[in-house]
């Protein structure tokens, strides 16, 4: 049984590492624009372009924040 309740607990631990990393606003933003693409999608407007350009920013945004000389 323990070996069970091990695996429920490290699941959720090893995905939030996983998605959430140590940049957590890269997250947020992947997720803003899966929503943001779901609307547009839903109201019948093409949005496949809008995910590479979030995910361009975001990673834009975060090597600048984390990597910028102080």
């Excluded at 606003?25 to 899966?34: D, E, F, I, N, P």
């Amino acid at each position: 049984m323990a070996r069970i309740w091990s695996w429920i607990i490290a699941v959720p631990r090893f995905l939030y590492a996983f998605i959430v990393g140590d940049d957590w606003t890269v997250a947020v933003a992947v997720v803003a624009g899966l929503v943001v693409t779901a609307i547009l999608n839903a109201n019948h407007i093409v949005a496949w372009w809008l995910m590479p350009i979030v995910a361009i920013v975001a990673t834009g945004f975060s090597i600048q924040r984390n990597y910028a000389p102080r």
